[in-house]
């Protein structure tokens, strides 16, 4: 097992504000963080912006800026998000900075002197708002683009082209040795079929048509392609050919699982054209480039240029964060499509959070307290009948919870652990603590209800911790678990919480009123 863990979101575009579709990528990105170092894994985690190219170009001078102050104003505003998100990057890349522009014009002079870049004429269709060319064959007789449907125009200029053509075979070879490569397999069959096997072309990497990007030195009319330009921040903000290459040769090295999370649209880059890269520069490729899925809406895709966008912060400020980072992680299974919707969304936080979690913490404590003053009574094993199966679940949903994280499969952790927390309501509906009460002779029965009750929250609040940042600690201090008991190790010998004080909180999450609310975010979505 590798110590070091290297996870990046991809570095968005600051073309106009961020939506729910970002704060999703981020969010599963930020609880994967926050599990690992949990583990005692020496995390990094990396997202950014991604600042040049013709569009962000366009965008600041429609408004009368020039492009750094169109995107230092977007930037500060996606950071801001992550703040309201509680998210854990360890560094914020921009590719307009120094430490990063620098890095890309090295990487480029070195392919140019090794050949793997040359100067050539291109000529093609060209997608503006994706910032592609694309091939006759790929743009079809309607001369629409494989990516975004829009109508792309014929353009031909002087360019710099990256021989990828000449990588191919070892791309292939790198495919077949390191199955787990791509993630979902029907992402690495698309590539294979719609852009490998057809022939995949060197490919242009220098535009003259604008100004906002990385200046070859060796031809400054040129600017470097979007594309190499974005696709390096994974390694320049790690100081690769800077002064300081501790964190690269860190996190860039052997003993580190390095994963890639992206959605859909830009599998093409990370999966073909970054991993050639990094093979002409003789470096180390990750293990994982890991695909998600898109959030769309009822009417389709939701995207900033279509303009049917859910903006995250109101829902932040009205429901909390970790509602909302519940919500995105647990409602979308990571690596397939979801859609949003405010009735589901409304109903998850409720059904979840409400009325399992939320209950069963409320219910147990107030039994502890009127059964037990207070206290939880002490672990003894096997008391009722219902109490061996109820363990047995807390093993199999601490496997299946690892496992997933493992996989990235995150969604199936949480499903896993709020299949437990249900689990335990129905185990006092089994157990049926009010009735034993009334019994004397049951005390034995009613304890190890009580203390099976507690420390099933103890275990599931350790494992919703990287998600339920601030509720499930409160749930922990409901049961009056030390902090030394809060660390992740301390889970796997069921029993742990015993003879602590429990004190009664306010609910964890407040059930909705699915109309009501409904109704608001409605609003909400139509201000924007
Ligand atoms: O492509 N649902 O930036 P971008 C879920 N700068 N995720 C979504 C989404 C949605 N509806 N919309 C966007 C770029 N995303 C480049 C990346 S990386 C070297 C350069 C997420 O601002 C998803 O992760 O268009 C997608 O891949 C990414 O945002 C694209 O962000």
Known sequence: MKKNYYITTPIYYPSANLHIGHAYCTTCCDAIARYRRYRGYNTYFLTGADEHGEKIEKNANAKGMTPQEFVDEIVEGIQNLWKALEITNDDFIRTSQKRHTIVVQKIFSRLLEQGDIYLGKYKGWYCTPCESFWTDTQVGEEHICPDCGRKVHEAEEEAYFFKVSKYVDRLLRFYEEHPDFIYPESRKNEMLNTFIKPGLEDLCISRTSFSWGVPIRENPKHIIYVW????????????????????????????????????????????????????????????????????????????????????????????????????????????????????????????????????????????????????????????????????????????????????????????????????????????????????????????????????????????????????????????????????YKNIYEFGKVSNLKVHKIDPLFPRLDVIKETEYIKELMKNK
């Not at 959605?263 to 880059?269: A, K, L, Q, S, V």
């Not at 919870?401 to 949480?414: A, Q, V």
């Open 228 to 487: 190499i330009d974005a696709l390096v921040n994974y390694i320049s903000a790690l100081g690769y050919l800077s002064d300081d290459v501790k964190k690269f040769q860190e996190f860039w090295g052997e003993n580190t699982e390095i994963v890639h999370v992206i959605g859909n649209d830009i599998t093409r880059f990370h999966t073909i054209y970054w991993p050639v890269l990094l093979m002409a520069l003789d470096l180390r490729l990750p293990d994982k480039v890991f695909v998600h899925g898109l959030l769309m809406m009822k009417d389709g895709k939701m995207s900033k240029s279509k303009g049917n966008v859910v903006n995250p912060y109101p829902l932040i400020e009205k429901y909390g964060v970790d509602a909302v980072r519940y919500y995105l992680v647990r409602e979308t299974i990571f690596g397939q499509d979801g859609t949003f919707s405010p009735e589901q969304f409304v109903e998850r936080l409720n059904m979840d959070l409400a009325n399992d979690y939320g209950n069963l913490l409320s219910r147990t404590v107030s039994m502890i307290e009127k059964y037990f003053n207070g206290v939880i009574p002490t672990y003894v094993g096997n008391v009722t009948e219902f109490d061996q199966s109820l363990r047995d679940s807390v093993k199999e949903t601490i496997t299946k919870y690892e496992e997933g994280f493992e996989n990235l499969h995150i969604t199936d952790s949480f499903i896993a652990v709020m299949d437990l927390v249900s689990r335990a309501n129905k185990y006092i509906d089994e157990t049926a603590p009010w009735s034993l009460a009334k019994d004397k002779e049951k005390i034995k029965e009613l304890a190890s209800v009580m203390s099976h009750l507690a420390n099933v929250i103890y275990v599931s609040s350790i494992m919703l911790k990287p998600v339920l940042i601030h509720a499930a600690d409160k749930a922990l201090d409901a049961l009056g678990v030390s902090n030394e008991l809060r660390e």
